[in-house]
């Protein structure tokens, strides 16, 4: 009995984490997806522009960056705080400045 209740939190644990994983996978293709259609409509021209330029752009275009998906992907992990901790967490590093790593699964594609 005792085993059935620890392989129980086991499980949810590990159920937490895939969906974290799958959640943070998806907001990437997503965003990679959106990225290319924009680039190839003509509505994001990434040709002759400097790197910073191109983070403010992203940012008002409404992609994520990568540290906001990763604080999307451990706000799933933890689902025994309140519901209010989580989007905290999202919202905290959606305020934070963004560095040029947090896109560079947008603009490290070959694109240019």
Not at 15 to 44: D, H, P, Q, W
Not at 64 to 78: D, F, G, I, V, Y
Request: glycine share 6%; hydrophobic share 40%.
């Amino acid at each position: 009995e005792d085993f059935c209740i620890l392989r129980r939190e086991v499980y949810v644990k590990r159920k937490n984490y895939l969906v974290g994983t799958l959640t943070k996978e998806k907001e990437v293709l997503s965003n990679k997806a959106r990225f290319i259609l924009m680039v190839v409509r003509g509505e994001l021209e990434l040709r002759g522009r400097k790197k910073a330029d191109l983070l403010v752009e992203l940012r008002q275009l409404g992609f994520k960056s990568m540290r906001e998906m990763n604080a999307l992907a451990k706000s799933t992990l933890h689902t025994d705080p309140a519901p209010a901790d989580s989007g905290d967490a999202v919202a905290q590093a959606s305020c934070a400045p963004s560095e040029k790593s947090d896109y560079d699964y947008l603009l490290g594609m070959a694109l240019w």
